[in-house]
């Protein structure tokens, strides 16, 4: 069974504390907006990292590909839309 953009930000959110969370797909395919102080001082590759991490085993048997912008609360703030 593919999991529904709902499971996919519960996922995250269960795992990462997050300021402000979106995420949209279509079962096997995701973008994610994901807002957290835990980006804090991380690089791109660490920010995923932790996201990958959060997500645990499921990236890798539920979860065909996942599209995210990971932010800071305030580079969110500054800019929300890109």
């Known amino acids: 069974m593919l999991p529904t953009p709902e499971q996919v930000r519960q996922y995250i959110?269960?795992?990462l504390p997050c300021e402000?969370?979106?995420v949209q797909g279509d079962g096997s395919h995701f973008e994610a907006i994901i807002v957290s102080a835990?980006?804090?001082g991380k690089r791109l590759i660490?920010?995923?990292q932790?996201?990958?991490s959060a997500l645990g085993d499921r990236m890798k048997a539920e979860i065909h590909a996942l599209s995210m912008r990971t932010l800071t609360p305030a580079?969110?703030?500054a800019n929300p839309n890109g």
Do not use: S
């Open 13 to 15: 959110a269960d795992n």
């Open 20 to 22: 402000h969370l979106e």
């Open 38 to 40: 835990a980006f804090e």
């Open 46 to 48: 660490a920010r995923h």
């Open 50 to 52: 932790l996201v990958y």
């Open 75 to 77: 580079e969110y703030k």
